[in-house]
Structures are given as structure tokens and as C-alpha cells.
């Protein structure tokens, strides 16, 4: 994986994940937040050091599951990395799809748009 990831350029990006889905059978609010956080391995793209992620979720992710993450990111110190990643949610837990909360808040859909350095340089993850 490290060599996919090296294979990126050293440029600034912003990398933006909405792990947005519709399927009825979801069920419960829990198995909607595990399908979201399912994605938190691209917090691995943070090791590019003029890379930011913006990772969006339902609910608000536990900060010991984002700092196991980010310690596994090897020469980077975590703190660098938490500078360069950006933590947004709705807050509602719902079984609705996420892009449909998003729609419902535009104040929020600013928000991550206001942290896209380079709208040229920035690439969505459903």
C-alpha cells in the first residue's frame, strides 16, 4: 500500500471523503456509522506532507479511533498530520444517506468547500 501511496505527487491536494450510501436494509444508526468509518484508512494519505483530508460522517468519529490512525503513519508525527485533517459532521444519526444530510445543511457544505484550498488540486471519495 505504501508504494501506491508514495506514487502521489508531493503537491498540495485535498482529498474529500463523503462515505455517503443508500440501501434500505441499513437498519440501525450503527451499522450506518461502521460503514462510514470503514474509509478512515485514507487518513494513511495524510503521510503525504502537503496533503489535506477533509472526511465527513454522520456522527462525530471517537478521537482514540482517529489518533490509532494517525499513529500508524510511519515518520509522520501526529500532530503534523491532525493540522492537516478536518473532522466535519452533521450530527445526525439518522439512517438516511449522508449526501442527503449534507444537502439539508448548506452552512455545512460551505464549510468543507471554505477548507478546499485548490478547487483544481481537490478529488471527492464516495
Known amino acids: 500500500m505504501w508504494k ?15 462515505p455517503s450510501m443508500s440501501i434500505d436494509a441499513i437498519g440501525s444508526g ?12 485514507l487518513l494513511l494519505l495524510l503521510r503525504q506532507p502537503r496533503a489535506r483530508l477533509i472526511y465527513v460522517t454522520s456522527q ?10 494517525l499513529d500508524l503513519l510511519p515518520g509522520v508525527i501526529s500532530s503534523h498530520a491532525r493540522r492537516r485533517l ?26 468543507i468547500r471554505s477548507l478546499i484550498m485548490d478547487p483544481d488540486r481537490a478529488h471527492l471519495v464516495p
Open 86 to 111: 478536518f473532522l466535519l459532521s452533521p450530527l445526525d444519526g439518522s439512517v438516511r444517506p449522508l449526501s442527503g444530510k449534507l444537502l439539508d445543511r448548506p452552512r455545512l457544505i460551505e464549510r
Open 4 to 18: 501506491s501511496i508514495e506514487h502521489f505527487n508531493q503537491d498540495p491536494q485535498t482529498i474529500i471523503v463523503v
Open 60 to 69: 462525530t468519529i471517537l478521537p482514540s479511533i482517529i489518533d490509532y490512525y
Open 30 to 41: 450503527a451499522v450506518m456509522q461502521a460503514y462510514e468509518e470503514r474509509f478512515l484508512f
